[in-house]
């Protein structure tokens, strides 16, 4: 199908050519106002202001007076193929639980890894899937999707598989990651290494053959992977084309950046406790620094220091970290007013980092997050608003009239 979209407020993120964009780049989000884009089939062929606009008869039109157009989110972290709740875990926590007594009780990573291993491939898919369509709404066009709630050889493949099947049918653009080394089963707790010897063994030879994973992550943290197994982990995933994408320092400022850096991981994310060493060691490389502000909020921990990361010429993305247990939504609008206000980002900031940096932290750069000629029609159309900053400024409240997925008005 053939869309025009005419008297657009402001155009925004266009970009002739896409870049990661490093510290100040951040705070310039090209656009130009009173403008028209038009989209053929999937793809974005043209845009520019309405004064150059020589199409006159055209079929199907949208006419954009008073809103806003951006590219769809970027979703780069997200953990959205789980099977139930946890907001019972929610609670207790209100009621002044602590996480160890929750996980003592079979909560945590491990409830979610039981309710996993009892549901059906087609159960947990059909979960999923309406989790994406719920994202899409809010304006997600890309998202990367971990496994790391099986912790057995057929609950990670069976994830796995769900995700591809997720790849195939959604018009989503979607990245699957192996993240078997999530947490150790209770029946590894004191065998490590008998873990270990199945994600190596067991997991990866399945994974690497029927191709179900584009990347691979450790949750690197104390308690949980130490720098030893993250890098007796990431070294044989590299064997089968596996490039790192990991958890690190979201607990404890645990080594995980250095060893992603050493790894060239295509980002570190969370970072909730990093300091100078963490802030050199980003600086000086071409991993990309994810945030994940609404984890932090959930779990009301302090917020990744982002400012300072900007400050230094790093890299920075945000994405969601969707997951049942320590960020249950994948709300990308929330995100960017999260990150505005908790973290001191600018919307332009907080936009670029969750648009064309997202898709540079799961590779889709030459297909998403960015307003380019040749790149995927996902487009988000506002309703009427003043500006840009309105969107952050105004949380909570639904500014999104319309989303175009791979061309399809959803
Ligand atoms: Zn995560």
């Known amino acids: 199908m053939s869309i025009l979209i005419k008297n657009i407020r402001q155009l925004a993120g266009v ?38 606009l020589n199409i006159k008869e055209f079929k199907n039109s949208i006419d954009a007076t008073g809103r806003l157009v951006m590219p769809c989110w970027c979703d780069s972290h997200t953990h959205l193929v789980f099977a139930g709740s946890r907001e019972n875990e929610f609670v207790d926590k209100i009621k002044g639980k602590t996480y160890a007594e929750i996980a003592a009780h079979g909560g945590g990573i491990l409830n979610s890894a039981n309710k996993l291993n009892d549901t059906t491939e087609d159960e947990l898919f059909n979960q999923a899937w309406k989790r994406l369509e719920q994202i899409a709404k809010t304006g997600t066009g890309a998202v990367e999707i971990k496994s790391g709630y099986g912790l057995t050889v057929e609950g990670e493949l069976k994830m796995l598989r769900v995700i591809k099947k997720l790849k195939q049918k959604s018009n989503l653009i979607i990245k699957a990651t192996f993240l078997g080394a999530h947490a150790y089963p209770e029946a590894f707790r004191d065998n490590h290494q008998g873990y270990i010897r199945q994600i190596i063994d067991e997991m990866l030879p399945v994974i690497g053959k029927e191709n179900l994973a584009d990347y691979i992550d450790v949750f690197c943290e104390e308690g949980f992977f130490s720098i030893s197994e993250t890098e007796q982990i990431l070294t044989a995933g590299k064997q089968y084309g596996l490039k790192p994408k990991i958890h690190a320092n979201q607990l404890n400022n645990s080594g995980g950046v250095q060893i992603g850096v050493k790894h060239n991981a295509i980002s570190v994310d969370h970072l909730e406790t990093i300091a100078a060493a963490e802030i050199e060691c980003l600086k000086n490389s071409n991993t990309i620094a994810t945030a994940l502000p609404t984890a932090a909020f959930f779990l009301r921990m302090n917020y990744p220091p982002v400012r300072k990361m900007i400050e230094n010429d790093i890299a920075v993305a945000l994405a969601t970290d969707y997951n049942p247990g320590s960020s249950p939504s994948g709300n990308m609008p929330l995100l960017i007013a999260l990150s505005c206000i908790q973290m001191k980002m600018t919307p332009e900031e907080a936009i670029n980092a969750a648009t064309i940096n997202g898709a540079y932290a799961m590779e889709v750069q030459d297909e998403a997050g960015s307003i380019t000629a040749g790149k995927k029609a996902n487009l988000i159309i506002t309703k009427p608003i003043p500006s840009l900053a309105y969107m952050p400024y105004s949380f909570g409240e639904n500014l999104i009239d319309k989303v175009i997925i791979n061309g399809n008005i959803i």
């Open 15 to 52: 970009r002739e050519n896409s870049t990661l964009l490093r510290g100040k780049e951040l705070s310039e989000l090209p656009f130009i106002n009173n403008a028209w884009i038009h989209i053929e089939n999937n793809i974005i062929v043209g845009y520019g202001s309405m004064d150059s």
